[in-house]
């Protein structure tokens, strides 16, 4: 893997346009991540605003992962500025449910996959999950081209397939595949 550093996001302006473009091009690419192609930048800006003031709130954990200084910098690029994946931990659950926590929003710039740089920004998210009493973790990915084999390598069980569960992004139908994982006391 690349070095990487794997942080919680503030709602700074380099931040919010990082993840916006983060986003534009994962939705770009066929990722399906609740948006549809082509996604306008101020549409993306928006979303990520709203997510990071809910993270200031406490309410969720916006996790980014930094390029080092060593890795793929160019001259468009400062050396430890590239924002090359996100993944959300959703921390504002039903007060039956103060156990729980959902992984949402995983995204790698397509340069980087295969790199760890889901697994790194997934294992941080356990480790705040945890930080913060949590002992499930649940997510859904689609049934076409998401990220399952990541998470069954991670130890997330399979619980099932809801069919025709959403558009993607350039159009026509796919599953979601629902996910658990219970963590420390819970298991």
């Not at 993944?87 to 926590?101: F, G, I, W, Y």
């Amino acid at each position: 893997m690349n070095a990487t550093e794997i942080r919680p996001l503030e709602a700074t302006p380099e931040t919010l346009d990082k993840l916006s473009e983060l986003l534009v091009a994962t939705v770009a690419g066929g990722g399906s991540v609740s948006f549809l192609h082509p996604l306008a930048p101020e549409a993306a800006h928006a979303f990520w605003q709203q997510a990071l003031g809910a993270a200031a709130r406490g309410e969720r954990v916006v996790l980014g992962a930094w390029a080092t200084s060593e890795t793929r910098a160019t001259s468009e690029t400062p050396a430890g500025r590239l924002l090359v994946g996100t993944v959300t931990l959703h921390l504002d659950c039903p007060p039956n449910q103060p156990h729980r926590a959902e992984i949402a929003k995983m995204m790698t710039l397509p340069a980087w996959r295969g790199q760890g740089v889901a697994s790194a920004l997934m294992r941080e998210a356990e480790r705040l999950a945890a930080q913060h009493g949590r002992t499930l973790l649940v997510l859904d990915t689609a049934s076409d081209g998401g990220a399952a084999g990541l998470y069954e390598r991670l130890g997330f069980t399979l619980v099932g397939e809801i069919p025709d569960y959403a558009l993607k992004p350039h159009g026509g139908l796919t599953g979601t595949l629902i996910y658990y994982k219970q963590m420390g006391a819970g298991r």
